[in-house]
């Protein structure tokens, strides 16, 4: 028993040191999940910093400040959907039947990919963090926030690459995950990722007091401007852990079905 476990998690292990290799050894399908986020924060920054004058707009020094918690989590849907799409790609060339042939575990092969997204998601984080330190974002919460944003970013990296992983094992197509993309994106917009909701009106904000995208957004940014609490922490990891809940278990279902089908 003590052995089948051991060879699961060190097949799991593997898998995700794979999922890792293969974004580091093709840096065209990573580059545009860092250089994106960071071009619509300085963006942001140079048309909106006027915008923190606003009635209920929060007290922070800088639009960046506020700005960078919607930098972490585009970067993140951008990241989780290079994931799922190389294991649409593993789908579509036969390496994943391959995989089911081997002796390998079968949840191993799903977790393995899940793994490397968490360890992507964590390293964006630190990254645009440690990017935008010396244009001026100020954190708040100091290291202890910096690292409650990079849990964050681990979980909410988790989180969307079950529910793209899903996607890739329901349809094997990198295509149709590419194409389910943008559906994530209204998700971001409708959020109150660039603006906070007590500046919005109207359907906008109803969307906005819906979305849970806009109170792990709120979690992370409270980090940023105001420092570490448990409010802010709950909302900034227990929301993705959430989310996190439900796409893992829609994606070991999924694959639960694809194994019925192979």
Do not use: C
Request: glycine share 12%.
């Amino acid at each position: 028993m003590t052995t089948g476990v051991t060879s699961g998690v060190a097949q799991t292990w593997a898998l995700s040191r794979r999922s890792i290799l293969a974004l580091w050894r093709q840096p065209s399908l990573v580059v545009p999940s860092l250089v994106f986020p960071l071009f619509f924060a300085a963006l942001g920054t140079a048309s909106f910093s006027r915008a923190t004058a606003l009635p209920g707009f929060p007290d922070v020094d800088s639009y960046l400040d506020f700005a960078l918690a919607g930098a972490i989590v585009q970067g993140i849907l951008f990241g989780s959907t290079v994931g799922a799409t190389a294991l649409a790609t593993d789908i579509e060339n036969g390496f994943f039947d391959r995989l089911l042939a081997s002796p390998s575990t079968r949840t191993g092969i799903i977790v393995g990919r899940m793994a490397g997204g968490m360890a992507y998601g964590g390293f964006q984080t630190a990254f645009f963090v440690a990017v935008l330190l010396p244009f001026g974002l100020t954190v708040k919460g100091g290291l202890a926030g910096a690292l409650g944003l990079i849990v964050a970013g681990i979980v909410l990296a988790l989180a969307v690459g079950a529910l793209m992983a899903s996607m890739a094992l329901l349809t094997g197509s990198s295509e149709a995950v590419q194409g389910a993309f943008p559906l994530l994106f209204i998700a971001l917009f409708f959020s109150s990722a660039f603006f906070p909701r007590e500046t919005m009106s109207g359907v906008y904000a109803s969307l906005a007091d819906f979305n849970p995208v806009s109170y792990l957004v709120e979690g992370m940014r409270d980090l940023v401007i105001e420092g570490v609490s448990a409010s802010a922490l709950a909302r900034a990891i227990l929301v993705p852990g959430a989310m996190a809940a439900g796409t893992v278990f829609l994606a070991l279902r999924t694959l639960r079905r694809r194994l019925g089908r192979a």
